[in-house]
């Protein structure tokens, strides 16, 4: 297992930008595939986006497709979401989740290591 902590949340106006960042600890993090999830008060956590060990494949959940971009760089152990054109409906705790495997997934089964979240609140 990888031991993950997040970064980078915050308050930000509607349309402004976030980039969080996902440190992990362990000298695998390079054969894991990562995640971003979220939960909104009162809602079931949700999926994000994934990316590949190698960040050579990407993939994201509709409603942040196009605003969102996941990236990582195995040679500092960070995973990173950048978040532009932020809506209300992005206010959330983001989790980082790491799977040992090659493959990202959109399923929160499939991942083994959680950190602990991070708040992003988006005022309108």
């Known amino acids: 297992q990888v031991q993950l902590v997040e970064s980078g949340g915050g308050l930000v106006q509607a349309g402004g930008s976030l980039r969080l960042s996902c440190a992990a600890s362990g000298r695998t993090f390079s054969t894991y595939a990562m995640g971003w999830f979220r939960q909104a008060p009162g809602k079931e956590r949700e999926f994000v986006a994934t990316i590949s060990w190698s960040g050579g494949s990407t993939y994201y959940a509709d409603s942040v497709k196009g605003r969102f971009t996941i990236s990582r760089d195995n040679a500092k152990n960070t995973v990173y979401l950048q978040m532009n054109s932020l809506k209300p409906e992005d206010t959330a705790v983001y989790y980082c989740?790491?799977?040992?495997?090659?493959?990202?997934?959109?399923?929160?089964?499939?991942?083994?290591?959680w950190g602990q979240g991070t708040q992003v609140t988006v005022s309108s």
């Open positions: 989740a790491g799977r040992s495997g090659l493959r990202g997934s959109v399923e929160e089964a499939d991942f083994g290591s």
